[in-house]
């Protein structure tokens, strides 16, 4: 069963191994402010090893760096990741090995009580040692970068963690932004953990409020562009990842052993996530198949113990105590649970008196593996041969190559299941025949190679329209691949590509920021035949005339200056936010919900309060989108505060839910009047795979997180305007735009 994606970072599964158990509350020491010391031959090993790296930074602050080895190269990068926001690295590690707590205080326990059900520094110790030779001469380089930084930067305080280990890489070793472990639900995990667990004890199913739209999609687009439909005659990659803000920068990273892969890294990460090398790229989009599951578990207690119902046995529940530190008015305190495990995985929550396991991918030393792999593949075969690691749990990949190779992959771990079960429940645990039984090969899951239409696109949507008639059908796959619908942005995908010819780099970008707004097509109709309906004279009709008749000449595309998209986003915003909770309660998208369960009155009533709303807030319902919609960035703050009274960029781009292509939306609960966007478009690139790769990013705001720095905003003003830079990939052509040119500590 696919869970909500609630996450900012993926966090695959390593096995627990507990600490001894101790007492609730106990008082521990405060973490040191100060990097650790460093012994002086540990020092000169990393000076050393700093001269063998050459980062250069372009007039855009971008790092190039350049490394004799892959290691020196990591060393580098995480180097220079570590200049442009250190904060955010550091974040990312107290985040994936569960110690938010510790700095953030009691609120972030259970947060903390997630990761650790999956994550240990003892299990990632034992992963780490199995490494091969290769890995942990990465993972090695990865702390030494860190700590270099920490060593040569003196006044730089971490929030907690003062020195960094090989093995902590292996805690965040894939990239998604629809993290696995963090789809599991942090209130339904404090219910069951917060008090002592009970069995059988009935109860109702727990229910989601709110809407399927309460937040921007944490998703991306992709698009591949084959050489027959391409002006060039080469292929071309379109990298759209809509993430939150900030979340990934754009880097280079080249050594004399084959590497040069360029692209989005997140921040504490070694590997390119979303890019290309000289030869081919790739694009990941959050969703491919369901993999992660649920099982009702049949549970008793007896003597202290608790046991699970398996088949014509009784299987007792792994307890495992799990210390949980965290910072407290008076000093660091600690918490203890007790946390159960089945063979399937962690407990996480009951229904109706049955305790639920959850079981997802448990394979962080692969992930890593396939992580830095594929930014090193030469060929679509080297890149096939890569997939078979089978450990990109939670996305699709768009792919193209210099071959002139367009290809799709639909997920890549998928495990196999009994089709009799419906898996997008949770299953009765106590029937072994819902178990796992091992993965798909890669050959067997939903793919597309060259497909004759000459395009590819997903937008977190369905696998099933991604090449228009030459799509995969649904019915040669079982249902569990592909857990994704069609949505408004995959609609607007299709219409965008298809019966198109000679794309270039310039009308590719186009295309993915076409101002269309597809989900409104079938709605404003509704909306117009509601108002007709209604009798001359009536009060409500002639209060909405206006509003109607701006809406009915509205061509439903964004732009700076348009009234109808302030009107129609506003007021699909408020439908929404109305009849959410009663679209979850139905299982139903709100959208398809709106356009089929509502009486026609409730449209003329939703289009009354946003003309309301926007009254309030601007002064007139008459308020163009630019106004409203707005870029903002003050500080260098992880979460960003927002001010109406500060300066701030108008931006013409709508939210993914209303279709369109370049995503932008807010996801924190509203402060200010204006809309001030956290996600959506952030790192976007255009790339052509010719004799010599060609391409074109743009960022949102710029490479720094420092307000000082020249590059904290220095993208944004184009960012608003969907003009994009020329990538310099080549390093004489970085030389040619230079800022910089340095070792790392100088």
């Known amino acids: 069963m696919r869970l909500l994606l609630a996450a900012a970072c993926a966090v695959p599964l390593c096995a627990y191994a507990a600490p001894p158990p101790s007492s609730a509350a106990t008082p521990a020491p405060v973490a040191p402010a100060a990097a650790a010391a460093l012994p002086k031959a540990e020092a000169a090993r990393l000076k050393a090893l700093a001269q063998r790296v050459t980062i250069l930074r372009d007039k855009w602050g971008i790092p190039h760096v350049y490394g004799q080895t892959d290691a020196d190269a990591v060393f580098g990068l995480l180097y220079a990741q570590a200049e442009d926001d250190f904060p955010r690295v550091e974040l990312n590690f107290i985040n994936a090995m569960g110690r938010l707590a510790e700095v953030q205080g009691e609120t972030a326990l259970y947060r903390d009580l997630r990761m650790k059900l999956f994550i240990s520094p003892a299990g990632l110790k034992a992963q780490y040692a199995a490494s091969p030779a290769w890995l942990k001469k990465l993972m090695q380089a990865w702390a030494d970068g860190l700590n270099y930084y920490l060593l040569t930067h003196p006044s730089v305080k971490p929030a907690l963690i003062t020195h960094f280990a090989p093995w902590m890489a292996l805690s965040f070793s894939e990239g998604s932004i629809g993290g696995d472990i963090e789809s599991v639900d942090l209130k339904e995990l404090e219910r069951f953990y917060g008090q002592a667990p009970q069995t059988g004890a009935p109860g109702p199913a727990a229910t989601l409020a709110g809407s399927d739209l309460d937040h921007e999609p944490s998703g991306s687009n992709g698009f591949a562009i084959a050489p027959a439909i ?40 070694f590997f390119v996530y979303q890019g290309f090398n000289d030869r081919l790229g790739w694009m990941h989009t959050s969703g491919g198949g369901d993999v992660i599951d649920e099982y009702l578990e049949t549970v008793s207690g007896r003597d202290g113990k608790f046991f699970y119902k398996y088949g014509h046995e009784e299987r007792p529940l792994k307890a495992v105590q799990l210390r949980l530190p965290y910072k407290s008015a008076g000093g660091m305190a600690e918490k203890t649970v007790t946390a159960y495990f089945t063979h399937r995985g962690p407990v996480v929550r009951s229904v109706g008196g049955r305790w639920v396991s959850v079981s997802l991918m448990n394979e962080p030393l692969k992930a890593l593996q396939q992580s830095w792999l594929r930014t090193k593949a030469r060929s679509y075969a080297e890149f096939h041969k890569v997939m078979e690691l089978r ?176 009107l129609g986003i506003f007021w699909l915003q408020d439908l929404a936010k109305i009849f959410g909770p009663a679209a979850k309660k139905q299982d139903m998208p709100v959208l398809d919900y709106i356009a089929t369960q509502l009486a026609p009155q409730e449209r003329l009533y939703a289009l009354a309060r946003a003309s309301a709303k926007l009254t309030e807030d601007f002064g007139s319902w008459q308020t163009p989108w630019g106004e409203i919609n707005r870029f903002q960035r003050l500080t260098g703050d992880v979460v960003q505060p927002f001010d109406d009274s500060k300066p701030s960029i108008a931006v013409p781009y709508a939210s993914g839910n209303w279709g369109a292509l370049a995503a932008y939306g807010q996801t924190s609960t509203p402060k200010t009047r204006r809309i001030y966007g956290e996600r959506g478009n952030s790192f976007v690139a255009a790339v052509e795979f010719g004799k010599r790769v060609r391409a074109k990013s743009i960022l949102a705001g710029g490479q720094s997180g420092n307000p000082a720095s020249p590059h904290f905003m220095d993208q944004a003003e184009m960012y608003a305007r969907g003009e994009f830079k020329e990538v310099l990939f080549y390093k004489e052509d970085v030389e040619k735009h230079l800022e910089r040119k340095y070792h790392p500590g100088e």
């Open 391 to 566: 450990t990109n749990s939670s996305n699709n990949t768009v792919y193209a190559d210099s071959d002139g190779n367009i290809a799709y992959f639909h997920g890549n771990f998928i495990p196999v299941r009994d089709p009799r079960f419906d898996y997008r429940k949770p299953v009765d645990g106590s029937d072994p025949a819902t178990d796992w039984k091992g993965l798909h090969a890669v050959k067997d899951t939903i793919q597309l190679f060259n497909p004759k239409n000459g395009w590819i696109q997903n937008t977190n949507s369905t696998p099933f329209t991604a090449a228009g008639v030459y799509s995969p059908k649904a019915s040669d796959y079982p249902a569990y691949m592909a857990a994704q619908p069609e949505n408004a942005r995959g609609i607007h995908a299709v219409r965008v590509l298809e019966n198109k010819k000679d794309f270039t780099l310039d009308s590719l970008i186009a295309a993915a920021y076409d101002s269309q707004l597809t989900a409104f097509e079938p709605l404003l109709p509704q909306l117009f035949a509601a108002w007709e309906e209604l009798p001359d004279g009536d009060t409500l009709k002639s209060s909405l005339a206006p509003q109607v008749h701006v809406l009915r000449r509205w061509d439903m595309r964004y732009s700076l200056t348009s009234v109808p998209t302030s």
């Open 230 to 269: 391409s002006k060039s005659g080469n292929a071309l990659l379109m990298i759209n990842p809509h993430t939150s803000f900030y979340f990934r920068p754009e880097v280079q990273l080249s050594s004399q052993e084959g590497l040069n892969a360029y692209g989005a890294v997140t921040w504490g990460q």
